[in-house]
């Protein structure tokens, strides 16, 4: 959908600038929910600017929003005067820009979900449905605490993994370091001393020493090469399918595929178990958690919709798309039975959230060591190519 900035005469009788979706320049009164003569200017944003005021955005604080907004709604403070005093202290520039998009919106009337949905760049659907579910309630808060409370459980668990990964980049950061260093600095100076020897070399050595010769000759062509092997991988990874299909295969390695589904699974049960306390009906929370889930279970995720449509039990549809674990399988019929399915996704949430504990204990105790062990062979490898010649002058000489 194409995107607009428009220039709009507010209800205080303002010139503000807003961005907007619209299916035309005509549709940009109806998207803002103003009359047509309040509409001063429009302008079309090409694909690189709106993609541009997208991803300013994209790391807009959206766990600290739910959580300081619920604060202010529960000491009594009214929607739009908490807004006011989030837009207030903030300091980036793209954050105070959507808060007051929203600010603006609900000025004008709109409920909080529909100022919200209109800055997509900001705010997922996830949140969008949890306040459309709430705001009538008077439960705004609870579900915003809530909704704070989950950002803050995936950000621990992408924490968790990203510190478990760091000490492997490390080492393959520092041990690829060294290997250069050999090949490129060590090995050409040992290749000059040993090219004169008339002996009868292993072919690995002679092979080093020939690398070590052209390496010598020609460095600037070593290094462009291996730039250009870089610049190739970072083009690839930057498919979109195909590091899609790399991500996918993950799933399929032994002990790391069954323990990412089941993180997985669980982010699932808690973002599922938070629309249904919301009073989001079972379909339409999951097509809202569609697009939450990892990528190899959006289909599954599909296709449990179409299967809710046509009248299944959760627990059946889950079970038949391979969505719940033994412990959820249980769980959801429990729910079922006693109208707490809310509760019991939650609970098995709960159950596999020590899985993220063990994936940071297999990444440890396994991947490192495994790594540790390949450097040293590759670098022991070397040196003891490089020295072998060495040894057999020695003993020719005694």
Not at 148 to 175: D, F, H
Not at 221 to 249: I, K
Request: glycine residues 8%; positive net charge.
């Amino acid at each position: 959908m194409p995107s607009y900035q428009a220039r709009v005469f507010g209800p205080d009788g303002a010139v503000r600038t807003q961005r907007i979706d619209a299916a035309d320049r005509q549709s940009v009164a109806a998207a803002l929910g103003v009359a047509p003569q309040h509409v001063l200017a429009v302008q079309e944003l090409s694909t690189k600017t709106a993609e541009r005021g997208t991803a300013k955005t994209k790391n807009f604080p959206l766990r600290l929003f739910s959580q300081e907004l619920a604060v202010l709604l529960d000491a009594g403070i009214a929607l739009l005067e908490a807004l006011n005093t989030l837009r207030e202290k903030e300091a980036n520039g793209a954050v105070r820009q959507a808060l007051d998009a929203v600010i603006d919106s609900v000025e004008q009337g709109l409920p909080l979900s529909a100022a919200m949905r209109r800055q997509p760049q900001a705010f997922d659907e996830l949140v969008c449905a949890i306040v459309s579910a709430n705001e009538r309630t008077g439960q705004l808060s609870t579900a915003l605490a809530q909704h704070a409370q989950y950002l803050a459980w995936v950000e621990n668990l992408r924490s968790r993994l990203v510190a478990a990964c760091i000490y492997p980049l490390m080492l393959l950061a520092v041990g690829g370091a060294v290997i250069l260093f050999l090949l490129l600095f060590v090995l050409p100076r040992f290749a000059g001393i040993l090219d004169g020897l008339n002996t009868d070399l292993p072919w690995a050595s002679r092979m080093l020493i020939l690398f070590g010769q052209t390496a010598g000759q020609h460095p600037g062509a070593v290094l462009g090469a291996l730039a250009a092997l870089l610049a190739v991988g970072a083009a690839l990874w930057r498919n979109e399918a195909l590091r899609l299909r790399l991500q996918a295969s993950l799933w399929t390695l032994p002990g790391l595929g069954a323990r990412l589904r089941v993180l997985a699974l669980a982010r699932l049960y808690r973002s599922l178990a938070m629309l249904l306390a919301s009073g989001v009906p079972v379909l339409p929370a999951l097509r809202i958690v569609q697009d939450v889930v990892a990528a190899p279970w959006r289909p599954a995720v599909g296709a449990a919709c179409a299967r809710i449509e046509r009248g299944e039990r959760l627990s059946e549809v889950l079970e038949g798309e391979n969505l719940a674990t033994p412990v959820a399988r249980r769980m959801v019929r429990v729910g079922e039975r006693s109208g707490e399915v809310a509760g019991m996704l939650e609970r098995a949430a709960a159950f596999h959230d020590e899985e993220a504990v063990r994936l940071t204990e297999l990444l440890t105790r396994a991947i490192n060591p495994a790594l540790m062990l390949v450097m040293g062979v590759l670098i022991g490898g070397i040196i003891v190519l490089m020295y072998l010649p060495i040894f057999q002058l020695a003993e020719q000489v005694q």
